[in-house]
Every structure is written in structure tokens, then in C-alpha cells.
């Protein structure tokens, strides 16, 4: 495996780890605090890298039945997740009719599922 690769591995399970705490917590988090908090590599919270690293983690952890951990990841303005989440929540066959409350209970899902395990 290459530097690179090897980078990429570390920061996504940097991010996994975080996301699972704040859900174990019922904290979310400002994309900007999450990529700050990334060590292992710099990311810059508007960059492909770290848009690609938490849709990764989200994915996987979704197809685990541990909901879509970046749910917690929310705009420093609003308080919600930008429009990507919603994007991606749409791909994924969720309930779109009222898309913050299916936000909030695909967060409290999380919460929920995080502070048993």
C-alpha cells in the first residue's frame, strides 16, 4: 500500500471514530470542526477528499445497519447537513416527503443505535 492510500485509510477511520463517539455523546458536528479534528492528514472541510472520506464512512456504516453516521455532520449556520446528506439520502431510497424530519430520525437513529453499542 502506498503513503497515499495508507493516509486516506487512516484519516477515514480517524473520521468513523469520531462520528461514533459523537453519536454515543447525541452531539452532531460542524463540517469544519470534523476536518480540523482529522490528524492524520489535512483536509479542508469544502475539499472532494473529505466529502469522499465521510460519503465512505456513511456507506459502510449504513450497510453495517448502523445508520448513516454522517447524519451527525451538520452546517455551522443551520444546524443540518448540507445538501449533499440529502443527495446522498435520496440515492440511498429514503423518505424524502419532509426531508429534515427524516434527517432527525435518521440522527436520532444513530443515537440511538451508538449509545447500546
Known amino acids: 500500500m502506498d503513503t497515499k492510500a495508507e493516509s486516506r485509510a487512516a484519516a477515514r477511520e480517524e473520521l468513523r ?16 470542526e470534523l476536518a480540523r479534528m482529522i490528524e492524520s492528514v489535512h483536509l479542508h472541510h469544502r475539499s472532494p477528499l473529505f466529502y469522499r472520506l465521510l460519503y465512505e464512512v456513511c456507506d459502510e456504516e449504513e450497510t453495517r445497519g448502523h445508520g448513516m453516521l454522517c447524519a451527525l455532520v451538520v452546517r455551522k449556520d443551520s444546524g443540518v447537513p448540507g445538501g449533499g ?8 431510497g429514503h423518505d424524502q416527503s419532509d426531508i429534515e ?8 437513529q444513530v443515537f440511538e443505535y451508538w449509545s447500546q453499542h
Not at 23 to 31: E, F, K, P, V
Not at 85 to 92: E, L, N, P, Q, R
Not at 101 to 108: G, Q
Open 17 to 32: 471514530k469520531i462520528l461514533i463517539d459523537l453519536a454515543r455523546n447525541r452531539q452532531t458536528i460542524a463540517y469544519s
Open 85 to 92: 446528506y440529502y443527495t446522498g439520502m435520496a440515492a440511498s
Open 101 to 108: 424530519a427524516s434527517w432527525r430520525a435518521e440522527r436520532d
